[in-house]
């Protein structure tokens, strides 16, 4: 099975930027689909950004301009550059990998790591 491990998060003042990173066990950027989702406290989990296979990218309006995901194949890892944040960016941001097949569909999660924005 796929493992997501995710790092990056922390503290940042609003405006300032951090990197989010999530390294999979194996190569699967090939197959799967990756995104970040993001939850904060009495919310429901919402997609913030998609890359698929083949680079397609995909951005939640609130984040368009100042996120980008991208992937690094070679060390099977996904990013999530996140510049001019904001306090509402606050959460904890989760690594999801997903593939459908003609039979079987698959998706497999991060532990999630917390993002605070705050002054």
């Known amino acids: 099975q796929v493992q997501l491990v995710e790092s990056g998060g922390g503290l940042v003042q609003p405006g300032g930027s951090l990197r989010l990173s999530c390294a999979a066990s194996?190569?699967?950027?090939?197959?799967?689909?990756m995104s970040w989702y993001r939850q904060a406290p009495g919310n429901q989990r919402e997609l913030v950004a998609t890359?698929?296979?083949?680079?397609?990218?995909n951005y939640a309006d609130s984040v368009k301009g100042r996120f980008t995901i991208s992937t690094d194949s070679a060390k099977n890892t996904v990013y999530l550059q996140m510049n001019s944040l904001k306090p509402e960016d606050t959460a904890v941001y989760y690594c999801?990998?997903?593939?459908?097949?003609?039979?079987?569909?698959?998706?497999?999660w991060g532990q999630g790591t917390q993002v605070t924005v705050s002054s």
């Open positions: 194996g190569s699967i950027f090939g197959l799967y689909t």
């Open positions: 890359i698929t296979s083949r680079g397609s990218t």
């Open positions: 999801n990998a997903g593939r459908l097949t003609s039979s079987t569909q698959y998706t497999f």
